[in-house]
C-alpha cells in the first residue's frame, strides 16, 4: 500500500499542465522514458511539388515499465509500436533520437543496453540443424563466460524445463526444408536463447506473431515467469485474445507516434467512462478503445484530442453521428469546434503538426492520488505484480477548482525538462514485485552475481556489469568454430557440393587435354586449360552468397546484445574454412597433374589453386556482406566474375590493354593466379613447340610473348598478391559486418 512521504500534505494539488504525461513518475524499479521524440525526413508532394518535411514518428512520449511486470505495447497498424520498442532497446541511432530513458533510476546508454537486455525480434533466426539442446547450450557459452560447463549445463537444463521444451530437448530447429519443432517451440527457443544470461530488460517484438492461440498463450506464458523472476518485460502485440490479455500487467497504447494510454489493462474501461464512452456488453474494453482511437484518427480531430485526454484528462471533442460508430452513450457536452483551428486543445503541438497555444491549466488533488493509489495496491493479491494503475487512476481524475500548493509546484520543477510528475515521495513505500512472491526462482534466470546487482541498487548498477563481452577472444573464437564445423557437419552438400563439382570439372578436364602435345596447339590447350581453372575456382564459391546472408540475420541477433565479437566471427569463419579448401584444391589437383603433364614443382601448383580459393572465397563473403539478399548477391559476383576475366590477361596481355583499364588488371583476382599457374609450367629453358621460323620456342619465350614476367621470385610476388587479397576481402568483410551490419534505425 503506498503511503505518504515525508512533507506530503494532504490538501497539496499537483499541476501538471507543463506535463505532457502526468503519469511518468519516479518509482523504484522498472524502466523510465522521458520525451522520446524520433523524427524522420519525408518528402511530400504539395501543389505538384516534392518538399521535405520532418515527420515524428514517436512524439514526447513519457511513461514507465514498472519492474516485474509485462508491459504491451498495442496500437493500431501504424502506431509506431516497433519503432517504440526500437528506441527503448536502443535500436535506433542516438542522433536521431531524443528523450531520456533510465533503468532503476540510472539513464541508459546503447552500451548499457547490450550489456543488461535481450531484444527477441519478430522472426526466429536460429541455425535449423542445432538441436534445442545445442541452441542453448551455445548461448550458454557465449553469454554465461568462463564459468564451469557443468554448470552451464544445469543452467540449459533449467531452462528447458521451464520453457516446456524438454520434450523436444534433442529435436532439430528446423526450417522450410528440414521438419523441426513447431512454431510456439521455435519462439520459446528464440526466447531462451536471449535470456539464458538473465537480462534486467527483456524486449519482444511481436512474440505471438504467426502462432495459434495455443501456442501464443503459452508463449505469453512463459513471458510471464520470465518477468516474475525479476526482469522488466516490454512486448508489441496486436490482437491478443481475452486469455492473454489477462497475463499483462501493464499497458501502452499509441497511435500515429503518440501515447494514448497507459496503465493496468483493468483501468481501460474506466479510462472510457472518463472520455464518456461505455463499453457495450460483450465487447473488449481494450479492442474498443483501439477502434475508438481509430473513429477519431479518421474524423476531423485527429488522434492528438485523444492523447491530450491522455494527458491532461480533458475529454475529446464529441464524434457526429457519422463518425461515432462504436459509442452507446449520448455525446459529452463539449461545444463543436468550428474547424479545426478553432478546437481547444491543451498541448503544444495541434493537428498535423500546427502549433496551437496552451489554453487549458488542469489540477488534480492529491487526495484522490493517494486514495487511487491505496485501493489500487490493497485489492492486489500477493500472487499478482502490483501495477501502477492507481498512479494512472489519480492522475487523471477530474479536475478542481483548488489553488496549488507552492511546496508541490517547486518539487514538479525541479524536473529539467518539466516531464516528470516529482513525485517519489507519495510513491515511497510502494510495493515493488520479488521473486519469493512467486512460484519462479529468480536465480534460474539471472547469471551468477545479477541477484546481487539488483538487490545493491542502481547506484551499484554500473559497478556491476562487468566486462563488454563474456568471454576472451580465444575461446570466444573457438566456441564459434564448434558451432561451424556441427553446423557443416549436419549440411555437408554445402561443401561436398563444391568437391563434386571440382572433381567432376578435373576428370573432364583431365579426358580433354590429356598429354597434350608439344607443339603450338599443345600450349593453346594448356593456356586453355589454366584460364578454365581460374574461372572454375571463382565459381565454386559463389554458393557462399545465400549461406551467409542467410547466417548474417543471426550475426545481427546475436551481436546485437553483445555475445560475441565481430573480430572472432570472422576469424572463425575463416579458419573453419580452410582445411575444406584445402581438400577441393588437392583433389584437383591430383587429377589433373599427371594427364596434363605438367611442369614445375606440384606443391607450388597445389598452392596456387588453394590460395586462390580462399582469396576467391574472401571476395564473394565480402560482396555477401554488403548486398541485401541473395539475388543481388548473386547479380554481383557474375557481374565481377565477367570483369575479372575479361582483364585477366587472356584475351589481351597486360601490355596490350588500354592504358585507361590497366588497373582493372591489377586489382582483379583472376589475373595473378593465372599468370602464377604460367609461370610455373613455363619459367624454363626447355623447348615446346615450333616457332614460324621453323625452331623450337622455350618456355621463358612463351612468358615474354605473353608479357609475364621470367624471374622466379616473381612466382612468389603473386602468390603475396593473392594472400594479399584475401586478407583484404576479409578485413572489408569484418568492417561491414562491425560497422554497417546492425539492426539499427537511421
Not at 54 to 78: E, F, Q
Not at 151 to 165: M, P, S
Not at 258 to 283: A, I, N
Not at 471 to 485: A, H, Q, V, Y
Request: overall charge positive; glycine content about 8%; hydrophobic content about 35%.
Amino acid at each position: 500500500m503506498a503511503r505518504q512521504g515525508n512533507g506530503h500534505r494532504p490538501d497539496a494539488v499537483i499541476d501538471i499542465s507543463r506535463s505532457p504525461l502526468p503519469t511518468a513518475v519516479n518509482f523504484t524499479g522498472g524502466l523510465e522514458f522521458t520525451g522520446l521524440t524520433y523524427t524522420v525526413v519525408k518528402k511530400q508532394k504539395i501543389d505538384g511539388s516534392w518538399v521535405k518535411r520532418d515527420v515524428d514518428l514517436l512524439h514526447h512520449i513519457t511513461g514507465y515499465a514498472p519492474k516485474g511486470c509485462i508491459t504491451a505495447v498495442m496500437g493500431p497498424s501504424g502506431a509506431g509500436k516497433s519503432t517504440f520498442l526500437d528506441g527503448l532497446a536502443g535500436q535506433i541511432t542516438s542522433g536521431s533520437l531524443k528523450g531520456r530513458v533510465s533503468l532503476d533510476g540510472l539513464e541508459v546508454s546503447p552500451s548499457l543496453i547490450k550489456r543488461t537486455s535481450a531484444y527477441i525480434m519478430q522472426d526466429d533466426r536460429l541455425f535449423p540443424m542445432l538441436t534445442v539442446y545445442e541452441t542453448l547450450m551455445f548461448a550458454a557459452d557465449f553469454r554465461l563466460g568462463q564459468i564451469p560447463t557443468a554448470d552451464k549445463r544445469q543452467r540449459v537444463e533449467q531452462l528447458i524445463e521451464q520453457l516446456g521444451l524438454s520434450s523436444t530437448r534433442n529435436t532439430y530447429i528446423g526450417d522450410e526444408g528440414t521438419r523441426g519443432v513447431s512454431g510456439g517451440e521455435r519462439r520459446r527457443v528464440s526466447i531462451g536463447v536471449d535470456i539464458i544470461h538473465g537480462p534486467s530488460l527483456l524486449f519482444l517484438d511481436e512474440p505471438t506473431s504467426g502462432l495459434d492461440s495455443t501456442s501464443a498463450y503459452s508463449v505469453i506464458e512463459k513471458v510471464q515467469d520470465i518477468a516474475r523472476s525479476g526482469s522488466t518485460v516490454i512486448l508489441t502485440i496486436h490482437q491478443p485474445s481475452a486469455r492473454i490479455q489477462l497475463l499483462l500487467d501493464h499497458l501502452i497504447i499509441l497511435a500515429r507516434g503518440q501515447l494514448m494510454f497507459q496503465g493496468s489493462p483493468k483501468d481501460v474501461t474506466l479510462h472510457l467512462r472518463r472520455m464518456g464512452r461505455k463499453v457495450p456488453k460483450g465487447e473488449n474494453s481494450i479492442e474498443y478503445l483501439i477502434d475508438l482511437i481509430q473513429e477519431y484518427d479518421q474524423s476531423e480531430y485527429g488522434v492528438e484530442v485523444v492523447a491530450d485526454f491522455a494527458r491532461t484528462g480533458m475529454k475529446p471533442p464529441a464524434l457526429s453521428d457519422e463518425q461515432k460508430s462504436l459509442s452507446t452513450v449520448a455525446p459529452t457536452i463539449t461545444p463543436k469546434p468550428e474547424g479545426r483551428n478553432h478546437r481547444q486543445v491543451p498541448s503544444h503541438v495541434g493537428h498535423q503538426g500546427r502549433r496551437l497555444p496552451l489554453e487549458t491549466s488542469v489540477q488534480y488533488s492529491v487526495n484522490d492520488f493517494d486514495r487511487s493509489v491505496r485501493s489500487s495496491y490493497n485489492n492486489t493479491p500477493r500472487s499478482w505484480t502490483p501495477s501502477h494503475s492507481g498512479i494512472m487512476q489519480a492522475l487523471r481524475l477530474t479536475p478542481t477548482r483548488q489553488k496549488n500548493d507552492g511546496k508541490m509546484q517547486q518539487a514538479m520543477s525541479s524536473s529539467p525538462s518539466n516531464y516528470y510528475v516529482r513525485s517519489s515521495e507519495i510513491l515511497q513505500g510502494t510495493p515493488t514485485p520479488h521473486s519469493s512472491d512467486y512460484t519462479v526462482n529468480e536465480n534460474d534466470y539471472l547469471t551468477p552475481g545479477a541477484g546481487a546487482q539488483n538487490r545493491d541498487g542502481p547506484n551499484n548498477y554500473q559497478h556491476q556489469l562487468g566486462p563488454k563481452f563474456a568471454n576472451s577472444f580465444f575461446p570466444e573464437t573457438w566456441m564459434l568454430m564448434r558451432r561451424n564445423f556441427k553446423n557443416i557437419q549436419r549440411t555437408p552438400e554445402l561443401f561436398l557440393s563444391r568437391l563434386v563439382v571440382l572433381t567432376v570439372m578435373g576428370v573432364m578436364m583431365a579426358t580433354m587435354f590429356t598429354h597434350p602435345k608439344e607443339t603450338t596447339q599443345g600450349i593453346t590447350n594448356r593456356l586453355s586449360f589454366f584460364i578454365f581453372t581460374v574461372c572454375l575456382f571463382f565459381f565454386s564459391s559463389n554458393d557462399a552468397v545465400p549461406a551467409f546472408i542467410q547466417e548474417r540475420f543471426i550475426f545481427i541477433r546475436e551481436t546485437s546484445h553483445n555475445a560475441y565479437r565481430a573480430s572472432s566471427y570472422t576469424i572463425a569463419g575463416l579458419i573453419t574454412y580452410l582445411p575444406f579448401l584445402a581438400l577441393q584444391a588437392a583433389v584437383y589437383a591430383g587429377i589433373v597433374w599427371k594427364a596434363l603433364d605438367l611442369q614445375g614443382p606440384f606443391l607450388y601448383f597445389l598452392l596456387v589453386l588453394y590460395i586462390s580459393l580462399l582469396s576467391t572465397n574472401s571476395f564473394v563473403v565480402f560482396v555477401s556482406a554488403v548486398v541485401p539478399n541473395y539475388i543481388l548477391g548473386y547479380a554481383a559476383v557474375i557481374a565481377f566474375t565477367a570483369l575479372f576475366f575479361l582483364f585477366c590477361g587472356y584475351f589481351l596481355n597486360s601490355h596490350d590493354i588500354p592504358q585507361y583499364w590497366k588497373w582493372m588488371n591489377k586489382i582483379s583476382t583472376m589475373t595473378y593466379p593465372y599468370e602464377a599457374l604460367l609461370m610455373n609450367q613455363y619459367q624454363t629453358s626447355d623447348r615446346f613447340g615450333s616457332n614460324q621460323a621453323g625452331g623450337n620456342i622455350t618456355g621463358n619465350d612463351i612468358l615474354k610473348g605473353l608479357h609475364i614476367s621470367t624471374r622466379g621470385s616473381d612466382k612468389w610476388k603473386n602468390v603475396y598478391i593473392m594472400l594479399g587479397w584475401a586478407v583484404l576481402y576479409r578485413i572489408l568483410f569484418y568492417i561491414i559486418l562491425r560497422f554497417a551490419s546492425k539492426n539499427k534505425r537511421t
